[in-house]
Structure formats: structure tokens, C-alpha cells
């Protein structure tokens, strides 16, 4: 960021403020944190930009032009800027391969307990996607999505959000919601879709929703939550909300037009969000390099005016300490950060697909054994003498007979009532609904033996 | 894509033809009468280019465009990156100036992004520059409900679609109207929307050597009677043709003879058949899985209504989704789109009704 730009920055700033004073919609001391309340705002979490100074006098310097944004030097070469820079950008991480804390990272301290409760959701998160991918295989639900390779994004992540931040899911961010207190049971209840799913059995498996948990209900149309997350926050903004939102989807979800859209407006409206993009190599079968042709992700929050970061996704560490610093300044500074997090897709892309058919099985394995997000952490609590191998099958033991036996009571709950295909529509059903539900009724009632017999009035 | 122009055209050989014997009537699949229909316009035509998101490496969400990508290669068979907006506009410019391009919606839920590049630019372009720049460019995919997969990936867009002056809208049912709409369509100078159904594309249907012979095709607006009657009059397109025909076979053993017809195009309407049939029938049941309200069977009741008025003799039966978005849950589901019985009561009601005071079924 140069200083022209962050000197237009500050001139916006105070319009806006000026503005709003006028409509008295935000006063800008009190939206802002005081820096004790989190240990990590230094300034080195700052953007790593360095500030250039500016000398000269641009009114009467002829090697500038004053233009809208900050000054523009001139220059005698021609210099189109390459497509593309020598060296890519480089990806932060706090743990090796090994789970070993690399010398000198800039990180924050992770105490005993939420080192430990975010290695067991990691694992619970691993356990419930084996399980219910078991289910669909099986034929009990009709679709799943595993997050497969992604646990360490999932959860590391949603450790460091506040429970008020808002959360704009994909698809393949239940470990969010599970950190946030989903049980199983309501996991396995939406799934199966029976009369005690907390989505009344509207939704595919896998689209969970809770307004209690501040996790916005997944839709399926890709790239969608991420405007909604820039309106989200700028609503977070106005009441002055201590929060941020925040909002997760995929290298292909980054190709919709409402991704630049979201970036843009979100620089724009100074809105306190968070984009975290899951590059996991693979949309469907569709390669990062069919996606675009930048260096990923991370290369974009430039070109819209946001700060950015690319982090180590399969180091639950460094998610934890780029989200946590990025939500100290998407709050405290009213600004969106983006995050992209390096992974890989190493489940299939849902239960109708299948992944070898496209790639190759070696490159899944390596994933999946040399680069496993979960291994990496537990190693890392084990050598700090926080875990151990009794602790380890205690656990999976333990989650793996508590996930079956949720899903048989899943399954054996009724299904949704007749009542719940037409509440909700609107606030309050028109009558022309009501109307329908009652001819329904009758015909359901008249002509038994044409209805399944799991409709319940 | 200038590559395209320089392509060399192959002879169709498409697999299914050659698994055939002559002389009975062979079974083909809708998803290899679609995949047949593309081949042979793609072989004849060297402007014809298939494009979409993983409609290539992939062949296809449904496999429709299977083996496409190794005959024609990656210029003529373009996976894009998940920006319906993107391909659809792009779409529509390499049609203004020459190419014909086939764009495959994963389903018709996600033309939803691009629905701007469907009606602004595609389905006016001819109009607003005097005829000079035509639009033959065809939009295609999945349309309608399928099965467990929630109200995101079950919207029908027929009748959407069908308001929109410029552009043709076509829904075909068996393998028969695969083949010989998807040729139409591509072979026709304006944009086409083409509505599948993914239930279908696994379902085989009997086709005759004309249908398979590559010069086949199917006029744009032009109904299809299934199925001769005399007591009542069903319209029905993609799926629900199958279900109308269903509900013929039981209402015929009730004594009930009833005339199915097979819409295929949904704009332009084919009034015509549709009034001689009631004309002849005096009842009319009309069916679709999407919402009742503007919905196709409204338009095709108000066509009744203006030119068979005096004809009718009982009032016209409108079977539709319910007015609700598709719920997930089975049973739920299962209420929300219409079924075989829903039509034969249907058909009962409006028979019965034209015995002055006769009970209702
Ligand atoms: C608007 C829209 N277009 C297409 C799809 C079909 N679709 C579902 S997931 C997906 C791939 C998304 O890939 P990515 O964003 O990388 O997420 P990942 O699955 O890798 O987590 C596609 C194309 C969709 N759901 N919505
Ligand atoms: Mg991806």
C-alpha cells in the first residue's frame, strides 16, 4: 500500500464519518477495540506492504499526477506489469510437516485447552464425515460432503472467531458449526431429514443453518454467501457490532462474478469481514489451472484494495493466528481482510462423484498420509505433553460408537409433518397456502392408499 | 476459437447407432439420443461448440457430452470456470459473430446467474439491431425437479423462459423428441432454450430408423399427440408426458378415453392442436411439475378459454407443483410434485363434472 493510497484512504474515511455524523448512523470511537483486549495486535500483523515516502511537492512536480486515489508517477520507460510475478507469494505457516514449531514464527500462543479442544473437534469432525459418507454409501441419506484434508481450516479458523461473527458457509465448513456447539444428533437429524432437523427437512443433507449459532443456512448456488457476508457486515457495522463476518468457499467459488463483486463493494463500504478462501486444488473435476490463472487466490485482494494473506491450510496454528489477527483488524479497523489457505480436497468432491476417475490416486494418498492437517496438530500436543495415545483411542472409540448410535436415532425419528411444506414460505401463510394444505388434508385423508404412510398431519 | 472454422468434419458414429439391429424397433436412452444429437450437429457443422463447466475432462454432471471432448478436442469442447455469467455472455458473443455455440447449465437453477446474458443480450440482440445480429446459440441442461435434492435444484424455468418474446423454448420427453429438438434447436438461427430433465436421461425409448438417421429433425412449435382419445384432453411436456400417458392407461380402464399431448415446445405454444383436441375432447387437464401461478398451464387454459370457450363442458383441471420451494425431505417432496393418481382424478373430476350434479371423485 503506498501512502498516496492510504492518504485517500483516510480522506474517505473522514467523509464518510462526516457524512454519517450528519445521519448519526456511527460514531467512529466506539466501534473500534482497545488493543489490551487482544494480545495480538501489533503491528507486524499489519499488512506487509512498506510505506514509501513521499518528498516532493506533487502541485508543482511535473513527474507526478494528481489523480483520483493519490498521486501516479510518471515514468519514461514502458512497462506493462507481468502477468504474473517471478517468485509466488509466499504461504505463512507456524507448524512443519512434522508438527514441529518452526524457529522464530510470528504466531499466537494457543493455551492447553484450546489446543486439545480444537485437536477433538478436529478429529470428531474427521470421525462424523467418515461416518455419514458410510450412511450415504449405504443408502440411508441421499448425499454427502466430507470435509476431508480440511479439518484444520474448519475448525483452527472458527477457534479464533468471537461466537458473535457472522458465518457465510460453502458447504465444506461443518467443522465451523461443530465448533460452535451443533451437537451430533443435530447433525445426523438434518441429514436424515426427520421432524426434528432444525431446517424442517427443506435442505439437502449437509446444508446446515442455525441463526442461534450465527451460521447463515447453506445454499447450494455457489459463491452466493459472499456478497450476503460483505451486507452481512456492513449491517454489523452500523449497530456497531463488536463482530465481524465472515465467509468461507472454494478456489471455484472464487470464479462467480459475486466473489470480485464481494471483494469490491466490501473495500468500498469498509465493511468488517473476513473472506477465507479454501484453495484445495479442485472444483469437481475441474483443476485450479481450467479456474484462472493468477497465483491463486491470495493475488486478488490487491487489485480490489483489501489486505491480504496466504496461510498454510493443513496447519491448524497458523489458521488460527491469521484469522484471529485478521479479525482484530477486519473489527477494530472496519476493513475486510482475505485469507487464502492452501489444501487439497482429499475426499471426493461429494457422494457423486468419484475422484480418481480425474486425478491421480498417488497425488490423493500424499495428501492424505504426508500432509494430514490432523496428524500435524496432534503431534504438535503430544510433544507440549498435552495428549497421548490413551487420550487418542479413548476418543475415537468413544466418537465412533456415539456417532452410530446417533444416526440410528436419526434415523428411526419420523419425518417432517405435512404442516412444514408450507409454513414458512412467508412470515405468515396467505391464504391461497392455506387453502392448498387443507385440500391436501382432504386428499390424503380420502384416498389413503395413494400417500406414503410417513405423513404425519 | 478460430481453430473452430479450420476443424475437420468427421462422419457421425456416434456408439449407440451401431449396437442396433435394422429391422426392430431399437431402445435408445434420452442421454445418448441428446449425446447422438450433439455429435452429429458438431460433426456437421464446424461453428457448433459445446461449452460449460465440466462438460469436458468430465463429459458431463449428466454425462451427456460423453467422448465429445476426445472427437472434437479441448477448442470445440470448453470446460469454463464456475461463472455462468462469464460462459453465457461469452456464449452470446461468439454467437453474434458466427459461431454456434451449445451452453450446458449444470442445471437450469444456475442460469439463474446468467439470466441477464439469457434475456438482455440473447433473446433481444436480433430485435434491438434490426435484424442485423442474430443469436443462434443454444442454452441447455437439467430443468425441473429431480429427486432429494432441495428447492436450489428443482426450480422448473419453463414458463420463465416462455414469457420472453425472443427467445424459443423447448422441452422434449422421449429420446425420439431428444434427438430431433436438440438438432432443431441448434440448427436454428435463434437462441433456444432446451429444458431436460434429469430422471430422464436414463430412461429408454423405442425410435424408429428415421429417428436415428442424421438427417432427422423436429419443427420448432409443434405438439406431439401421444396418445388419441375422445373424453378429455391432457397436456403435459418432459417428464410429466410420461405420467400423463400412465394416467391413460388407468383412466382407459375405467372407460375414461383420454388424449395426451406431448407440448415439446413450450414457446411458440402450439395452440392450434391443443384447441382441435379439446375441440374434439370438451375437457382439459393440464400438467406441470412447476408452480401454478403464471405458470404453462395457465397460458395454455387461457388459449382454451379464448378460442374453444363454447366447447368446454367442464371447467378446465390444472395440476401443478405446489406453490411452495422444493422441500428436501421425501415424504414432503413426494406432496410437492404432481403425481400419476393426481391426474386421474383430475381427468375423473372434469369427465364426471359434465353429467350435471354427478358426484366428484
Ligand atoms: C452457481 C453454481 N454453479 C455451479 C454449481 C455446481 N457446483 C457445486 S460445487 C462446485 C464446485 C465448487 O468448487 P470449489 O468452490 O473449489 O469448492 P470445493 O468443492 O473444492 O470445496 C460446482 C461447480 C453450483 N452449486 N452453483
Ligand atoms: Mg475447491
Not at chain 1, 442455525?210 to 457476508?229: C, E, R
Not at chain 1, 478456489?251 to 468500498?268: C, K, Q, R, Y
Not at chain 2, 401421444?226 to 403435459?236: N, Q
Request: aromatic fraction near 10%.
Amino acid at each position: 500500500m503506498s501512502l498516496a493510497f492510504d492518504m485517500m484512504r483516510k480522506s474517505s474515511t473522514i467523509l464518510t464519518h462526516l457524512k454519517s455524523k450528519k445521519i448519526n448512523f456511527f460514531s467512529p470511537s466506539t466501534a473500534l477495540l482497545s488493543p489490551q483486549r487482544n494480545p495480538i495486535l501489533t503491528n507486524r500483523f499489519n499488512s506487509t506492504t512498506a510505506h514509501i515516502p513521499f518528498t516532493s511537492n506533487p502541485i508543482h512536480d511535473q513527474h507526478v499526477i494528481d489523480f483520483p486515489g493519490g498521486n501516479v508517477k510518471f515514468i519514461p520507460e514502458m512497462r506493462f506489469i507481468p502477468e504474473s510475478s517471478q517468485d509466488r507469494i509466499p504461504c505463512y505457516r507456524v507448524l512443519d510437516h512434522n508438527g514441529e514449531q518452526i524457529f522464530g514464527t510470528d504466531f499466537v500462543q494457543v493455551s492447553e485447552d484450546v489446543a486439545v479442544k480444537m485437536y477433538s473437534n478436529m478429529v470428531t469432525l474427521q470421525t462424523m464425515d467418515n461416518i455419514f459418507y458410510e450412511a450415504q454409501r449405504q443408502g440411508r441419506i441421499s448425499f454427502y460432503v466430507t470435509t476431508v484434508g480440511e479439518e484444520a481450516i474448519n475448525i483452527a479458523s472458527a477457534a479464533a472467531l468471537s461466537m458473535d461473527d457472522v458465518i457465510f458457509p460453502q458447504y465444506r465448513e461443518q467443522g465451523a458449526l461443530l465448533w460452535r456447539g451443533f451437537t451430533l444428533q443435530e447433525f445426523a437429524n438434518q441429514c436424515f431429514s426427520n421432524k426434528f432437523d432444525n431446517g424442517k427437512g427443506r435442505q439437502m443433507p449437509a446444508h446446515y443453518g442455525s441463526n442461534k449459532l450465527n451460521y447463515m443456512t447453506v445454499a447450494s448456488t455457489v459463491a452466493t454467501q459472499i456478497p450476503h457476508a460483505v451486507g452481512a457486515a456492513y449491517s454489523l457495522k452500523m449497530d456497531k457490532k463488536d463482530a465481524c463476518a465472515v465467509t468461507y468457499f472454494g478456489d471455484g467459488g472464487s470464479s462467480e462474478g459475486d466473489f470480485h463483486a464481494g471483494l469490491n463493494f466490501a473495500a468500498v463500504m469498509e465493511a468488517p469481514v473476513i473472506f477465507i478462501c479454501r484453495n484445495n486444488g479442485w472444483a469437481i473435476s475441474t483443476p485450479t489451472s481450467d479456474q484462472f490463472r493468477s497465483d491463486g487466490i491470495v493475488v486478488k485482494g490487491q487489485a480490489y484494495g483489501v489486505r491480504s494473506i496466504r496461510v498454510d491450510g493443513n496447519d491448524a496454528l497458523a489458521i488460527y493466528s491469521a484469522v484471529q489477527a485478521a479479525r482484530q483488524m477486519a473489527v477494530s479497523e472496519e476493513r475486510p481482510i482475505l485469507i487464502e489457505a492452501l489444501t487439497y480436497r482429499v475426499g471426493h468432491h461429494s457422494t457423486s462423484d468419484d475422484s480418481t476417475k480425474y486425478r491421480p490416486a498417488n497425488e490423493i494418498e500424499w495428501w492424505r498420509l504426508a500432509r494430514d492437517p490432523v496428524a500435524r496438530l496432534r503431534k504438535w500436543i503430544e510433544r507440549n505433553g498435552w495428549w497421548n495415545d490413551m487420550a487418542e483411542s479413548e476418543l475415537r472409540n468413544n466418537l465412533r460408537h456415539q456417532l452410530l448410535r446417533t444416526i440410528q436415532v436419526a434415523e428411526s425419528v419420523e419425518k417432517p409433518p405435512l404442516a412444514d411444506m408450507f409454513s414458512d414460505v412467508y412470515d405468515v401463510p396467505p391464504s391461497n397456502l392455506c387453502e392448498q394444505m387443507k385440500w391436501l388434508k382432504e386428499t390424503v385423508k380420502k384416498h389413503p392408499r395413494e400417500y406414503p404412510t410417513n405423513i404425519s398431519m | 476459437m478460430l481453430g473452430v472454422i479450420r476443424h475437420k468434419t468427421v462422419r457421425p458414429t456416434f456408439s449407440a447407432f451401431r449396437h442396433f439391429s435394422s429391422s426392430t424397433k431399437q431402445q435408445m436412452t434420452v442421454r445418448d439420443a441428446l449425446n447422438s444429437a450433439l455429435d452429429e450437429e458438431m460433426s456437421a457443422d464446424p461453428k457448433v461448440f459445446l461449452m460449460g463447466e465440466e462438460v469436458g475432462e468430465y463429459q458431463g454432471a449428466y454425462k451427456i457430452s460423453k467422448g465429445l471432448l476426445e472427437k472434437y478436442g479441448p477448442e470445440r469442447v470448453l470446460d469454463t470456470p464456475i461463472t455462468e455469467a462469464g460462459f453465457t455472455g461469452i456464449g452470446v458473443g461468439a454467437a453474434y459473430y458466427g459461431l454456434k455455440p451449445v451452453v450446458e447449465f449444470m442445471t437450469f437453477n444456475f442460469s439463474m446467474q446468467a439470466i441477464d446474458h439469457i434475456i438482455n443480450s440473447a433473446a433481444k440482440s436480433n430485435y434491438m439491431s434490426a435484424g442485423q445480429i442474430s443469436v443462434p446459440i443454444v442454452f441447455r441442461g437439467p430443468n425441473g425437479a429431480a429427486a432429494g435434492v432441495g428447492a436450489q435444484h428443482s426450480h422448473c424455468y419453463a414458463s420463465w423462459y416462455g414469457s420472453c418474446p425472443g427467445l424459443k423454448v423447448l422441452a422434449p420427453y422421449s429420446s425420439e423428441d431428444a434427438r430431433g429438438l436438440l438438432k432443431a434447436a441448434i440448427r436454428d438461427p435463434d437462441p433456444v432454450i432446451f429444458l431436460e430433465n434429469e430422471l430422464l436421461y436414463g430412461e429408454s425409448f423405442p425410435v424408429s430408423a428415421e429417428v436415428l438417421d442424421s438427417s432427422f429433425c423436429l419443427p420448432i412449435g409443434k405438439a406431439k399427440i401421444e396418445r388419441e382419445g375422445k373424453d378429455v384432453t391432457i397436456t403435459a411436456f418432459s417428464k410429466m408426458v410420461g405420467y400423463a400417458l400412465k394416467a391413460a392407461e388407468i383412466l382407459a380402464k375405467e372407460g375414461i378415453s383420454a388424449e395426451v399431448i406431448n407440448l415439446r415446445s413450450i414457446r411458440p405454444l402450439d395452440r392450434s392442436t391443443i384447441n382441435a383436441s379439446v375441440r374434439k375432447t370438451n375437457r382439459l387437464v393440464t400438467v406441470e411439475e412447476g408452480f401454478p401461478q403464471h405458470g404453462v398451464g395457465a397460458e395454455i387454459c387461457t388459449s382454451v378459454i379464448e378460442e374453444s370457450f363454447g366447447y368446454l363442458d367442464a371447467p378446465v383441471e390444472r395440476i401443478a407443483g405446489a406453490d411452495v420451494p422444493m422441500p428436501y425431505a421425501a415424504n414432503l417432496e413426494r406432496l410437492a410434485v404432481p403425481q400419476i393418481e393426481d391426474i386421474v382424478r383430475a381427468a375423473k373430476r372434469a369427465c364426471h363434472r359434465s353429467v350435471p350434479m354427478a358426484a366428484t371423485a
